[in-house]
């Protein structure tokens, strides 16, 4: 008997406590980029048990997989990611900065959440599939590195979405909102200079400090500044000084270098114009520089024909209601993170005029509550978030879109203990069942109208002026696991 979508979505409450376990799990194993081999473990297994076809090792990422159900097109992607960050560990629900083990791991920004929930999402997607007989191929794609590795990126470079037809994914947040506006594009490029060692003051003349070469590099970026685009951001950390005696001339030292700019061609011209200072500083001081290429990732490319999906179905999906109990946690919350108001003029500058007294009027009663239980209306000005993300690369690829979900008290900050903290909440349950649902409603509402599958793409093929996804990453760079080195 045929099925339909609301039908389908209940797939995801059938399957809540898997994927709330599966979430649970892996928020127990904070893992960081590259290294998330339990968390593949975890997130692999509810795929077998839930029917996914499971391949690993993709794109010769070892902690890169995929979980496929159904063949033919369409192929409707869901993007994963699972990966944690150092040095954020909190015990779970506690108010107060308490450390789970010092100094260790913790999921600051939900990526627990964000892997099973798009799980959750594939899960209702392939009951829709199953159920009505129909064509049709659903892929979850568990992507690795996201914080500093750009796992998508790779992932991209190498092919593994070329077949897909529409993507979908979704981000934990202190809000309910489809994710509209761009993301800076991003290169991360290490600079090492190797000189010679001696005495700094017996023979000074003997020497030739790479530690030189890299102050003289940075200061050259410095007046660099003054003649690119404004938006461009320019960041660096000296990674390694070359020890620290004073009385020794440095003969190696290394500074790590991430480029950004709104688009992908614009990072390129300002990395190829640091790659002069580099070799200007080496030059200056008569050391060698080496330069390694880390990794990058594309800016995000907008698909207003998606937008507009999801957030009908933001606003038709039924969302579950808040406990006097979790009321009283996020109010806990919400006043040791000092009350962080919303910003509502802020926030209003994502509307045309015509629309912003709408959009003030949803989210005033907001104002200073400590949880923001509303669908943001759908913005129509088209920022650019002053970070980046890896997703930016399969926007490119195929038409994407993102869902904001709501998991935590209003103003918690990402990447952050009291984030780590709300991780495993049932708040944080409740906008991960939720946003699933947005997301497999807006593949199904997708899957059932082909146009809709052919607007997104031409829209797309409009935005990128008929050009082609160019990754910036060299073909012979591997992704690396950020490790402290020794
Ligand atoms: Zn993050
Ligand atoms: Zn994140």
Known sequence: MAITKKEALMAIDREREAICTASDLVWDNPETAFLEYKSMEILCDLLTKEGFEVKQNVANIPTAFTGTFGSGKPVIGFLGEYD????????????????????????????????????????????????????????????????????????????????????????????????????????????????????????????????????????????????????????????????????????????????????????????????????????????????????ACSNLVDNTTMQEVMYKNALEVEREGYTEEEMKLASEFYASLGSKKLDIQAELKNYEKSHKAAAEAVMAPYADAPINDFIMPLADVEGCLAGSTDVGDVSYVCPTVQFKGLTEVAGTPAHTWQWTAQGKSSIAHKGMIFSAKVMAATAIDMYEDPAKIEAAKKELNNRLGGGKYECGIPKDVVPQAIKPKK
Request: net charge negative; hydrophobic share 40%.
């Open 84 to 295: 944690a960050l150092s040095g954020i560990s909190q015990v779970a629900g506690c108010v107060e900065k308490k450390p789970l083990v010092e100094g260790a791991n913790g999921h600051g920004c939900g990526h627990n959440l964000l892997g099973a929930g798009s799980i959750g999402a594939a899960i209702a997607m392939k009951e829709y599939l199953e159920k009505n007989g129909k064509e049709g191929t659903v892929v979850f794609f568990g992507c690795p590195g996201e914080e500093g590795g750009s796992g998508k990126a790779f992932m991209a470079r190498d092919g593994v979405f070329d077949d897909v037809d529409f993507a979908i994914t979704w981000h934990p947040m202190d809000t309910n909102e489809v994710w509209v506006g761009s993301s800076l594009a991003n290169y991360q490029v290490s600079y090492r200079f190797h000189g010679i060692s001696s005495h700094a003051a017996g023979s000074p003349e003997k020497g030739r400090s790479a530690l030189d070469a890299v102050e003289l590099m940075n200061t050259g970026v410095q007046y660099l500044r003054e003649h690119i685009i404004q938006e461009a951001r320019v960041h660096y950390a000296i990674t390694n000084t070359g020890g620290f005696s004073p009385n020794v001339v440095q003969p190696y030292a290394e500074v790590l270098y991430l480029i950004r700019a709104p688009k992908n061609d614009q990072v390129k011209e300002i990395f190829e114009r640091i790659n002069d200072i580099a070799k200007g500083a080496a030059l200056m001081t008569g050391t060698k520089m080496e330069m390694e290429f880390i990794k």
